[in-house]
T-cell receptor
């Protein structure tokens, strides 16, 4: 099993450009999450999904959109990137809140 | 909004020393977890505590959940360089749709 994978690993964008981050899990988990991690601020929840076809807002959803068309995939989109979105993005999946499995992260730099 | 405060934010110690990291909140959590994160990787779950007053041991690591389920501590005995990493606590509240609230983390460096 690969667990949770994320693509790309690293990306540089110019302000105003758009991109999609892909998260895939092979553990048949119902729940999937997108977090961003910034220095000194821990992990903050952007959006999450409790099952295929469902999404919900987390703590910091502005400027991001998500889709869960297939159970194993959770996509995070940035329609118009801003420098404030420079961060490390982590995807996680779980079958319960007691254990979340994280991907290796995507490092995004917005110039 | 539920907040988890971790202290200290940074900790640098010599190999063989003991240390304690704290995680505090004004909110009650149904469970609390500790994760360790190494550079360039995602967090990895170390332990989950669910009962007030619960103590769990994982080799040289001892985790405690406060009686009121608002705070937790992580104690490491005889730290080793391999313990170096970012330690994160995360709380789960009842009715939170399986969401976790993360603390800001403690960056531990163990010097040989």
């Amino acid at each position: 099993n690969a667990g949770v994978t994320q693509t790309p690993k690293f990306r540089v964008l110019k302000t105003g450009q758009s991109m999609t981050l892909l998260c895939a899990q092979d553990m048949n988990h119902e729940y999937m999450y997108w977090y961003r991690q910034d220095p000194g601020m821990g992990l903050r929840l952007i959006h999450y999904s409790v099952g295929e076809g469902t999404t919900a807002k987390g703590e910091v959803p502005d400027g991001y959109n998500v889709s869960r068309l297939k159970k194993q995939n959770f996509l995070l989109g940035l329609e118009s990137a801003a420098p404030s979105q420079t961060s490390v993005y982590f995807c996680a999946s779980s079958y319960s809140a007691e254990t979340q499995y994280f991907g290796p992260g995507t490092r995004l730099l917005v110039l | 909004t539920q907040l988890l405060e971790q202290s200290p934010q940074f900790l640098s110690i010599q190999e063989g020393e003991n240390l304690t990291v704290y995680c505090n909140s004004s909110s009650v959590f149904s469970s609390l977890q500790w994760y360790r994160q190494e550079p360039g990787e995602g967090p990895v779950l170390l332990v989950t505590v669910v009962t007030g007053g619960e103590v769990k041991k994982l080799k040289r690591l001892t985790f405690q959940f406060g009686d009121a389920r608002k705070d937790s501590s992580l104690h490491i005995t005889a730290a080793q360089p391999g313990d170096t990493g970012l330690y994160l606590c995360a709380g789960s509240a009842r009715g939170s749709a399986r969401q976790l609230t993360f603390g800001s983390g403690t960056q531990l460096t163990v010097l040989p």
